[in-house]
């Protein structure tokens, strides 16, 4: 098997992932003119719905990698994504289009471990970190081809965003054609069972949850805000977000080098500069600064994500990857799906529900965060040189 062929398999799958019910974020303004009888809440719910699938088939999906091959699994995966991707452009009805994007998640739920574990099974060490870069870059790449394709399509009929997701079939002949078959392994599930993950595990997990609530703002919102602002229709919503995953898919490939110039303060400069675009966006008047703001929150999510998944990859042996990506990624997608619903709660215990209320109380708890970050790492390196003396 040619190690590129299979290589862009493997990163393929990733353009699916990660960025699944945000495709279509350029179109929610003029899905909501369609549904006026839909509340914010509800419209915002098309975004983060399959959030609420994804979750529970993660762990399905770390099951069944014991009885069938991961190959089969993502061939399985791609045709839910297709059909409820794709048909939720033929609907009448909110309550049908909410249908179609729960089907859609089962797909993504179904796909999602299995793109990051998939790297463990053919790459160690530094390549592994290499290549898990790489499918951050593919996940944000993949962003980049749905945002402005779902933004120029929305620009003739809503209805026309949706056909986003047949690009899933060019995966699926990826897949079928140059992705070997990982085998079945019964001996792995029995060891899973009675042995347990680190709790360092979770405690990523927990990291990702917090993460994706502060991020999955900027899709959600995007559209209704640039409507709300007067700063553009659907289809410059489209390539604003682009520019967001844009600079995410070059902190994907400048992964290895990013975290061997930084050093231990890679996780504080990352979330700094999410802080600092959430910013700009909040307090920002001009379209110039709103493309700015998001950039650098790209680059950063871009970079932190990867680094999470690469982490938990290297806290577990090979046979128990999926089923703590399972953990991860379940907590990743639940900070997706509460996003809105914690946010909007927050703008309205406190009296402003609009969005630039939104982004500017996500740019200024992650900046919190951030101090927080930097005195954890700053008393490690002052452990670590007393200990170095001391001996």
């Not at 604003?240 to 600079?247: D, L």
């Not at 999470?308 to 990506?325: F, S």
């Not at 709660?345 to 951030?370: A, C, H, K, P």
């Amino acid at each position: 098997m040619n190690s590129n062929t299979l290589r862009i398999a493997i990163l393929s799958i990733s353009l699916l992932t990660v960025m699944a019910g945000a495709a279509i974020s350029p179109a929610l303004a003029d899905i909501a003119k369609a549904f006026p009888d839909a509340s914010e809440t509800m419209i915002k719910l098309i975004l983060t719905l399959p959030s609420v699938m994804i979750i529970p088939f993660t762990f399905i999906s770390s099951y069944l990698c014991n009885k069938f091959t991961k190959k089969n699994l993502v061939l399985v995966g791609i045709i839910f994504y297709v059909i409820g991707g794709f048909c939720g452009g033929l609907v009448t009805s909110i309550e049908t289009l909410l249908l179609f994007r729960a089907i859609l998640g089962i797909g993504v739920g179904l796909l999602m471990p299995i793109s990051t574990s998939i790297v463990a099974d053919f790459y160690d060490g530094a390549m592994r970190t290499k290549v898990m870069g790489q499918v951050s870059a593919a996940n944000n790449l993949g962003g980049i081809v749905l945002f402005i394709s779902s933004g120029f399509l929305a620009s003739i009929s809503w209805r026309m965003s949706f056909s986003v997701y047949l690009v899933a079939i060019i995966v699926a002949l990826l897949v079928f054609f140059f992705l070997p078959p990982t085998p079945k392994d019964e001996e792995a599930s029995m060891m899973n069972k009675k042995s347990k993950l680190p709790v360092s595990v979770y405690g990523y997990g927990l990291a990702m949850f917090f993460l994706l609530l502060a991020f999955y703002s900027l899709p959600a919102n995007i559209a209704l805000y640039m409507q709300e602002t007067g700063l553009g229709d659907s289809k410059f919503a489209g390539i604003v977000i682009s520019i967001g995953t844009a600079t995410g898919f070059f902190a994907g490939l400048l992964l290895s080098k990013l975290t061997y110039w930084l050093k231990g303060y890679f996780l504080v400069i990352q979330l700094l500069l999410m802080s600092i675009g959430f910013v700009i966006m909040g307090w920002s008047y001009h379209i110039i600064f709103l493309m700015l703001g998001i950039g650098i929150i790209g680059f950063g999510f871009g970079s932190l994500m990867p680094t999470v998944m690469d982490r938990v990859t290297k806290l577990v042996p090979r046979n128990k990857t999926v089923r703590a990506m399972a953990i991860v990624t379940s907590m990743l997608f639940l900070g997706q799906f509460l996003s809105p619903l914690v946010l909007d709660f927050i703008g309205w215990l406190v009296g402003n529900e609009t969005i630039r209320f939104t982004y500017q109380f996500v740019g200024v708890s992650i900046f919190i965060m951030t101090l927080f970050t930097f005195c954890y790492v700053y008393k490690q390196k002052i452990k670590k040189k007393t200990l170095r003396a001391a001996s």
